[in-house]
């Protein structure tokens, strides 16, 4: 939880406001609240195959998963999932779709609200970010069994399948 306020720097102290245990400034009044942070990912497609990128940072470093990364504030959520796509992958993706919307809490950063997209790969070389060791195409039928996040394994399980969404 945030120490001092954003506004004043005054040190922030636990109240109970609207029911739950917040951080309130006592010098100008207030309220850090804590919300998820959206992010976006893209399912890029190439017919049944997957562009998935093995991740070199925590957390699950080393495990596969979706181009994915928070939006910045001055971006839309589709501009931040292109540009997070371009960065962990080198391919210009075009968005085709939007797939799902999951909330991350399995994430030891933050929770976050994670906006899914699919698209495809219009231009570019193929080539790992740094947030990234590795990026591939995976076949949807042999995916690999490292894959980090609990969203990207539901969101690779739907794009297999083709199940729709289970609201739960
Ligand atoms: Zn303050």
Known sequence: MRR?????GAA??????EGRLRAVCPACGRVAYQN????AAVAVLDG????????AIDPHRGAWGLPAGYQEVDE????????EAREE??????LTGLFDVLTTTDDPRKPSLLVVFTG????G??????????VAWHDLDHLPDDVGFRNDRRVLERLRTGADKAFS
């Open 4 to 8: 001092h306020c954003q506004a004043c």
């Open 125 to 134: 070389d193929l080539e790992p970010g740094s947030d990234c060791a590795e």
């Open 12 to 17: 922030l102290e636990e109240r109970e406001l």
């Open 48 to 55: 049944r195959r997957v562009l998935l990128g093995r991740r």
């Open 36 to 39: 998820p942070v959206p992010a």
């Open 89 to 94: 992958t080198g391919l210009i993706v075009q």
């Open 120 to 123: 495809r790969a219009v231009d």
């Open 76 to 83: 839309s959520i589709e501009t931040a999932a292109v540009r």
